[in-house]
Nanobody, 114 residues
Framework: QVQLVESGGGLVQPGGSLRLSCAAS???????VGWFRQAPGKGRELVAT???????HYADSVKGRFTISRDNAKNTVHLQMNSLKPEDTAVYYCNANSLRWDYWGQGTQVTVSS
């Protein structure tokens, strides 16, 4: 069992930046990891993923603005978010998955508003 704890969310003005972190209680070396988000009244959507082999995928809506990274030695995953827009407002969730397991964090709120 791996527990994921997100941090770094908050209130930011449009155009600002935030860095989200996800700390895992165990090794995530063999897991694909990623960030998802859910805005009020909408379904959960993929933001960015990075595979166990290092392959990265971004949603079109965040390409060029967000950067995902992982540190297997520290069992952490980060999401650097720049040029934030009001439509980025959502609860952001960390995910770690493999063929056998699928873990989610509790989420961290990101609000982009002036």
């Amino acid at each position: 069992q791996v527990q994921l704890v997100e941090s770094g969310g908050g209130l930011v003005q449009p155009g600002g930046s935030l860095r989200l972190s996800c700390a895992a209680s165990g090794s995530i070396f063999s897991f694909n990891v990623g960030w998802f988000r859910q805005a009020p009244g909408k379904g959960r959507e993929l933001v960015a993923t990075i595979s166990s082999g290092g392959s990265i995928h971004y949603a079109d809506s965040v390409k060029g603005r967000f950067t995902i990274s992982r540190d297997n030695a520290k069992n952490t995953v980060h999401l650097q978010m720049n040029s934030l827009k009001p439509e980025d407002t959502a609860v952001y969730y960390c995910n770690a998955n493999s063929l056998r397991w699928d873990y989610w964090g509790q989420g961290t709120q990101v609000t982009v508003s002036s």
